[in-house]
């Protein structure tokens, strides 16, 4: 507050408001969280029929692989035409490190906290003389950076901001040890000794772990280890940190207070998939919009299943049709009995459903799944349509809101990777090891038969990432994700996308080639295959046209054939090694020859690298 001094106490005060600002969307996310794990989830038994259907579980199901099944792939570029290489190498080293932590799991938690009210992402580096590992930071090693999810439950705000990007601090809260941090060296051991332990700690709201924990186990395991809970705080106005108890009591000091070091946008990425609340900083939980139809679907066929239970058929009949009744109720299946009075007994049903509560069970049903984003259409249990035009357009309109929540998880993670790599940038001390795929140039060799023109191939190159190949400024590099590289691809489709690739667009583009070639337009017949076959998520195409394998077998089938007979028998320019020098005849001298004499195979038949006398000296044609 400007004017205003800013003291120790007021801090505590400012965090305590905060949490008790998000209790009433802890209390809704446990709620939801419930109806999502079901009444079997930690529990031997349950009622019968308590929740039949999960609509909830069923759209979560079939979301989370929807938008995310790989890995991420990084592409880092510059404006600056000379860092490109390293911005590749940098590219290639964050998602190593993707892999190393595990990311892609870290993701899918993390959208279904963005699905459930806010996902929060923490992306730090696991030091050992700066900061204290907290939970599941344990298992990071020293020094290397690290992305995990914070659970909404141990999430603090800023008890008076608008947006969540202009809250003047944020943190979470984390349970550790109380011997780690005397231990640590960096705390107030004073304070420490003085905290209260985790089990005796009331100030602290029931959470979503609990769903799983039984009444006395978090309470011996705080026995144990004497657990403490602390609260770790970003103040982005002073781009410091701050620690302090977690538990309501306020102090006149912090634990420990330290700079920030770390990515300008801070520790916390935040991910949801609602459009934004104006004025306030939690955004609208997809959940909450589908809890109410969710509700009504279980009611719904719950009654359907109790009135199919109560259905029952009784035999009736008159009093003194007794001992018919009596006949009928004895006589076994195709048993042929005489009674006295036909009418006298009859077959009644009483109960049954209702024809008329499944149709309203299948519009609730027709209503959530509207609602959610056509998850029947998305996940194939489901199409309304009568024609194959009409699917596709279905398929079309469903497709918009889901791929709106990727490109969100897309941007998300965007912000993420870019964090990770800002640490590998300015690691002084880093050496990574990579691979990376390099082209080798067009270039000319010597056959037995005459020179042989070989095509470009890739091949796989070591790398070392270390702090000598840096350049430019962490600004000078811009991050995106590549489409499509987190998603799964069905192998039906991607067989369909290969036949169509090979029986479309390989003789398409072959045709546009020689068509160019005949109008002397230049034209890369790879390039547009490569860039096409992109467009159709075929990532394999490279090995098709560098083929190593397959270039060594051209290599030694035009060493084999033979070549035409002249005055002089056996040419050494002829063969379809030389028809295919250049593009030239077999019955012309090979560039780079002098005076027209004929080049002669190098040693004992062994080809040997020659090159034009228009290309510069240590390129390949």
Same mark, same amino acid.
């Given at each position: 507050?400007?004017?205003k001094?800013?003291?120790?106490?007021?801090?505590?005060?400012?965090?305590?408001?905060?949490?008790?600002?998000? +209790?009433?969307?802890?209390?809704?996310?446990?709620?939801?969280? #419930?109806?999502?794990?079901?009444?079997?989830?930690? #529990?031997?038994?349950?009622?019968?029929?308590?929740?039949?259907?999960?609509?909830?579980?069923?759209?979560?199901?079939?979301?989370?692989?929807?938008?995310?099944?790989?890995?991420? !792939?990084t592409l880092? $570029?510059?404006?600056?035409?000379?860092?490109?290489?390293? @911005?590749?190498?940098?590219?290639?080293?964050?998602? +190593?490190?993707?892999r190393?932590?595990?990311?892609?799991t870290?993701?899918?938690?993390?959208i279904?906290?963005?699905?459930?009210?806010?996902g929060?992402?923490?992306?730090?580096?696991?030091?050992? %003389?700066?900061?204290?590992?907290?939970?599941?930071?344990?298992?990071?090693?020293?020094?290397q950076?690290? *992305?995990?999810?914070?659970?909404? =439950?141990?999430?603090v705000?800023?008890p008076?901001?608008?947006?969540?990007?202009?809250?003047?601090?944020?943190?979470?809260r984390?349970?550790?040890?109380?011997?780690?941090?005397?231990d640590?060296?960096?705390?107030?051991?004073?304070?420490?000794? @003085?905290?209260s332990? $985790?089990?005796?700690?009331?100030?602290r709201?029931?959470?979503?772990?609990?769903?799983?924990?039984?009444?006395?186990?978090?309470?011996?395991?705080?026995?144990?280890?004497?657990?403490?809970?602390?609260?770790?705080?970003?103040?982005?106005? *002073? #781009?410091?940190?701050?620690?302090?108890?977690?538990?309501?009591?306020?102090? %006149?000091?912090?634990?420990?207070?330290a700079?920030y070091?770390?990515?300008?946008?801070g /520790?916390?990425?935040?991910?949801?998939?609602?459009? /934004?609340?104006?004025?306030n900083?939690?955004?609208?939980?997809?959940?909450?919009i589908?809890?109410?139809? +969710?509700?009504?679907?279980?009611?719904?066929?719950r009654?359907?299943? %109790?009135?199919?239970?109560?259905?029952k058929?009784?035999?009736?009949?008159?009093? +003194?049709?007794?001992? =018919?009744?009596?006949?009928? !109720?004895n006589?076994?299946?195709?048993d042929?009995?005489?009674?006295?009075?036909?009418?006298?007994?009859?077959?009644?049903?009483f109960?049954g459903?209702?024809?008329?509560?499944?149709?309203?069970? *299948?519009?609730?049903?027709?209503?959530?799944?509207?609602?959610?984003?056509?998850?029947?259409?998305?996940?194939?249990?489901?199409s309304?349509a009568e024609?194959a035009?009409?699917? $596709?357009?279905?398929?079309q309109?469903?497709? &918009?809101?889901?791929?709106?929540?990727?490109?969100?998880?897309?941007?998300?993670?965007?912000?993420?990777?870019?964090?990770?790599?800002?640490?590998?940038? $300015?690691?002084?001390?880093?050496?990574?090891?990579?691979?990376?795929?390099?082209?080798?140039?067009?270039?000319?060799?010597m056959?037995?038969n005459?020179?042989?023109?070989m095509? /470009?191939?890739?091949?796989?190159?070591?790398?070392?990432?270390t702090?000598?190949?840096?350049?430019?400024?962490?600004?000078?590099?811009?991050?995106?994700?590549?489409?499509?590289?987190?998603?799964?691809?069905?192998?039906?489709?991607?067989?369909?996308?290969?036949?169509?690739?090979?029986?479309? &667009?390989?003789?398409?583009?072959?045709?546009? @080639?020689?068509?160019?070639?005949?109008?002397?337009?230049?034209f890369?017949?790879? #390039?547009?295959?490569?860039?096409? *076959?992109?467009?159709?998520?075929?990532?394999w195409?490279d090995?098709?046209?560098?083929?190593?394998?397959?270039?060594?077998?051209?290599?030694?089938?035009?060493?084999?054939?033979?070549?035409?007979?002249?005055?002089?028998?056996?040419?050494p320019?002829?063969?379809?090694?030389?028809?295919?020098q250049?593009?030239?005849?077999?019955?012309?001298?090979?560039?780079?020859?002098?005076?027209?004499?004929?080049?002669?195979?190098?040693?004992?038949g062994?080809?040997r690298?020659?090159?034009?006398?228009?290309?510069?000296?240590?390129?390949?044609?």
């Amino acid at each position: 507050m400007a004017g205003k001094e800013v003291t120790i106490k007021k801090v505590y005060e400012a965090v305590r408001l905060g949490e008790k600002r998000l +209790h009433n969307f802890r209390a809704a996310r446990l709620m939801f969280l #419930k109806q999502y794990a079901g009444p079997y989830y930690d #529990k031997p038994k349950a009622e019968i029929g308590a929740m039949p259907i999960s609509l909830i579980y069923n759209a979560i199901s079939i979301l989370v692989p929807n938008l995310v099944t790989n890995f991420p !792939k990084t592409l880092i $570029t510059s404006r600056f035409m000379n860092y490109r290489g390293y @911005a590749e190498l940098l590219g290639l080293g964050v998602d +190593h490190l993707a892999r190393e932590i595990d990311l892609r799991t870290e993701l899918r938690r993390w959208i279904v906290d963005g699905l459930f009210t806010l996902g929060i992402m923490k992306t730090g580096l696991a030091t050992s %003389d700066s900061l204290v590992s907290f939970g599941d930071d344990t298992q990071i090693d020293p020094g290397q950076p690290y *992305a995990r999810i914070i659970d909404f =439950d141990d999430f603090v705000l800023d008890p008076a901001c608008k947006r969540i990007e202009e809250a003047s601090f944020v943190g979470h809260r984390a349970r550790v040890p109380r011997q780690m941090l005397l231990d640590s060296g960096l705390f107030d051991n004073d304070m420490v000794t @003085a905290l209260s332990t $985790t089990k005796s700690d009331s100030s602290r709201q029931k959470g979503v772990d609990e769903l799983s924990q039984q009444k006395t186990s978090s309470t011996d395991v705080a026995d144990l280890q004497d657990l403490v809970d602390i609260r770790e705080l970003w103040v982005p106005a *002073a #781009k410091a940190m701050i620690w302090m108890p977690a538990e309501s009591t306020s102090y %006149d000091r912090y634990l420990r207070i330290a700079d920030y070091d770390g990515p300008e946008k801070g /520790p916390f990425t935040y991910l949801s998939f609602t459009p /934004p609340m104006p004025n306030n900083p939690m955004p609208v939980p997809p959940v909450g919009i589908w809890y109410d139809l +969710h509700i009504a679907a279980n009611d719904m066929l719950r009654k359907i299943m %109790d009135q199919a239970a109560r259905q029952k058929d009784i035999l009736t009949y008159q009093p +003194h049709a007794q001992d =018919d009744a009596e006949s009928i !109720k004895n006589a076994g299946d195709g048993d042929i009995i005489g009674i006295y009075n036909v009418d006298g007994a009859k077959v009644q049903s009483f109960g049954g459903q209702q024809q008329s509560n499944e149709a309203h069970l *299948a519009q609730i049903s027709y209503w959530f799944n509207l609602m959610s984003g056509n998850t029947d259409q998305m996940g194939g249990t489901r199409s309304d349509a009568e024609t194959a035009t009409q699917a $596709t357009i279905l398929q079309q309109n469903s497709a &918009v809101r889901t791929e709106d929540m990727r490109d969100l998880v897309y941007i998300a993670t965007q912000h993420v990777q870019e964090k990770l790599a800002w640490y590998l940038h $300015t690691d002084p001390l880093i050496h990574l090891p990579l691979i990376k795929r390099t082209p080798i140039p067009a270039r000319v060799v010597m056959g037995p038969n005459g020179p042989i023109q070989m095509p /470009p191939r890739m091949q796989e190159e070591q790398v070392i990432l270390t702090d000598d190949v840096r350049e430019g400024d962490f600004l000078d590099y811009h991050f995106s994700i590549e489409q499509k590289s987190m998603s799964r691809v069905d192998p039906n489709k991607r067989l369909q996308q290969a036949m169509l690739f090979a029986s479309k &667009v390989l003789p398409a583009a072959a045709q546009a @080639a020689m068509v160019c070639q005949q109008m002397n337009v230049p034209f890369s017949f790879a #390039k547009l295959v490569t860039r096409l *076959a992109k467009e159709l998520d075929i990532e394999w195409i490279d090995e098709v046209f560098y083929d190593e394998g397959f270039q060594a077998q051209v290599l030694d089938m035009f060493n084999k054939t033979p070549g035409p007979e002249g005055s002089k028998g056996q040419s050494p320019g002829g063969g379809m090694g030389a028809i295919l020098q250049n593009g030239q005849p077999g019955n012309l001298p090979f560039k780079g020859s002098t005076g027209g004499s004929e080049l002669q195979p190098n040693g004992a038949g062994a080809p040997r690298e020659v090159m034009s006398e228009s290309q510069p000296a240590g390129m390949g044609m």
